[in-house]
């Protein structure tokens, strides 16, 4: 499988997917007005991805656009997961922002993955 | 031309309007109002809890008025199809404002989608973001009624709305928000 990697832009995350290692990142600001458009070569690469996954969340802001397909994300990680493979999500977020961290939480709620909260000093 | 534009400087320092835009909202409208909204706030020496919080609720507001715009455009028609919004300051809260035409057999759903939003406490309203995020629809290009329920969340307030007449057809909806520290 290849490697997928998009740069980041003032309104979308970068987002870089290397299923050799097993890693996932997204960082950055997912603000798009249509987000299930940039989501889509994820979606479709975990789609027919199978292993280990590492994925590492550093979001800045996210819009609820982006909230679904993150969540349809972690839905395509939490179908990796049941079929046998570690998967674990780290959650970062900074020191003071509640939000975010709340943000984490209530994916956590609903997404059958154990999740790492992590705190990120300014 | 009866403008007197000093009788609308006036009014809008005397309300404290950081900035207001009346017209058709673009993807590349709201970069910029983002872009100019943060770099006022860096100016101002904003907490940054502030700020992440006046620029969450404001992405989705504006976003709000871009999807409705998009959605309406066609039973709305040319002259009905744009949308005013405004910002302001005073002492510590910041307002956002923003107003559109809509449908009247719209306006009562959304009336009543606002009314249970406004009836939930905070953890009702995170029972329910987490409810309508997993199992809500979701619209084409995302959100699916999730934007009202994430400004009610991160401001901490009850929505202010209103729907005045318009004719027959239409109302104008208007939402105030206000975001204090």
């Known amino acids: 499988m290849e490697q997928l990697v998009i740069e ?7 987002i870089k ?18 987000s299930i458009e940039f989501y889509k070569p994820l979606v479709d690469s975990l789609d027919s991805y199978s292993g280990a996954a590492k994925v590492d969340i550093v979001l800045e802001y996210f ?22 493979n570690d998967v674990e999500i780290r959650w970062h977020y900074e020191e003071d922002d509640e939000d975010m961290l709340e943000a984490g939480e209530d994916y956590q709620a609903i997404i059958n993955i154990p999740f790492k909260m992590i705190e990120i000093e300014e | 031309m009866d403008i007197n534009i000093f009788d609308f400087y006036n009014r809008m320092e005397k309300d404290n309007i950081m900035l207001s835009f009346k017209g058709n909202v673009t993807s590349e409208l709201l970069t910029s109002v983002l872009q100019i909204m943060e770099s006022k706030m860096e100016t101002l020496n904003e907490p940054s809890k502030v700020k992440k919080k006046v620029y969450n609720i404001l992405v989705e507001a504006l976003q709000n008025l871009y999807h409705h715009m998009d959605e309406s455009s066609e039973e709305l028609g040319v002259e009905h199809n744009t949308v005013i919004f405004m910002i302001s300051k005073k002492d510590d809260t910041y307002c956002i404002y923003t107003g559109n035409y809509i449908k009247k057999q719209n306006a009562e759903r959304l009336k009543a989608r606002l009314d249970k939003i406004n009836s939930l406490n905070a953890d009702e309203l995170k029972e329910h973001y987490k409810e309508v995020l997993n199992n809500g629809m979701m619209s084409e290009k995302g959100g699916g009624g999730l934007g009202m329920i994430d400004i009610a969340r991160k401001s901490g307030k009850k929505l202010e709305y209103q729907f005045q007449e318009v004719d027959e057809q239409l109302s104008f909806y208007s939402l105030n928000i206000s975001v204090a520290q």
């Not at chain 1, 980041?8 to 970068?14: E, Y």
């Not at chain 1, 993150?70 to 079929?83: M, N, T």
């Open chain 1, 17 to 34: 997917f290397n299923p050799e290692e097993g890693k996932l990142l997204i960082q950055g600001r997912s603000i798009p007005e249509n």
């Open chain 1, 63 to 84: 819009n609820t656009s982006s909230s679904k397909c993150i969540l349809d994300v972690f839905k395509k990680l939490e179908k990796i997961k049941s079929d046998g």
């Open chain 1, 8 to 14: 980041g832009t003032p309104k979308t995350p970068t």
